[in-house]
């Protein structure tokens, strides 16, 4: 299975354009989430979704957006591009509580704002 | 808000055994993660504790004691391919929503 992929790998994007980071997972997992991983900072969670036509805040919303038309996939959209994006951007989803609560990652996005 | 807090680095000897602690301050906990990150890959699941105690998986064990808002990986017999950076993340229910909030990382080193 491809269990969680993520589109593109990379991208260097000029500020103040709009991009979708996609996510797309195989797993029927319930809940989704969005981190971005800047060094020093670790990982911080952007926007979450418990499930199919439900999203949440994360700890640094501010510029992104995303939604839950299914349960397979999370797109994350910048509306207009700032260089403090410039991240690894990760998708994950998570197995039910009562199937172990393990969460899977997918392989990242490297973006670079210029 | 939450606090978490985990040692930035450590290192190790090949063979050797390390205990990696991660102590946490947060209300509505529900569990503990513990992941591994090797440079330039995406984190992969080591273990979840919810109850308190310690929970072997091979050669890796992680801890728990919610009432001291504590927890540790402890990793045996450390082989080269172990050094990587051990992300400990702090599992809690905001009305419903399950969040996982991460510390900021150990690397770790392990040398022959």
């Known amino acids: 299975t491809a269990g969680i992929t993520q589109a593109p790998t990379s991208q260097i994007l000029a500020a103040g354009r709009s991009m979708t980071l996609r996510c797309t997972q195989d797993?029927?997992?319930?809940?989704m989430y969005w981190y971005r991983q800047d060094l020093g900072l670790g990982l911080r969670l952007i926007h979450y979704s418990n499930t199919a036509g439900t999203t949440g805040k994360g700890e640094v919303p501010d510029g992104y957006s995303v939604s839950r038309a299914n349960t397979d996939d999370f797109p994350l959209t910048l509306a207009s591009a700032v260089p403090s994006q410039t991240s690894v951007y990760f998708c994950?989803?998570?197995?039910?509580?009562?199937?172990?609560?393990?969460?899977?990652f997918g392989p990242g996005t490297r973006l670079t704002v210029l | 808000g939450q606090n978490i807090d985990q040692p930035t680095e450590m290192t190790a000897t090949e063979g050797a055994i390390v205990q990696i602690n991660c102590t946490y301050q947060t209300s509505g906990f529900n569990g503990l993660f513990w992941y591994q990150q090797h440079a330039g890959e995406a984190p992969t699941f080591l273990s979840y504790?919810?109850?308190?105690g310690l929970e072997e998986k091979g050669r890796f064990s992680s801890f728990l004691s919610r009432s001291k808002g504590y927890s540790y990986l402890l990793l045996k017999e450390l082989q080269m391919k172990d050094s990587a950076s051990y992300l400990c993340?702090?599992?809690?229910?905001?009305?419903?929503?399950?969040?996982?909030?991460f510390g900021r990382g150990t690397s770790l080193i392990v040398h022959p």
């Open positions: 993340a702090v599992d809690t229910d905001s009305g419903g929503s399950y969040i996982p909030t």
């Open positions: 994950a989803s998570r197995t039910d509580w009562s199937l172990g609560n393990e969460q899977f």
């Open positions: 504790n919810v109850l308190d």
């Open positions: 797993m029927r997992h319930n809940a």
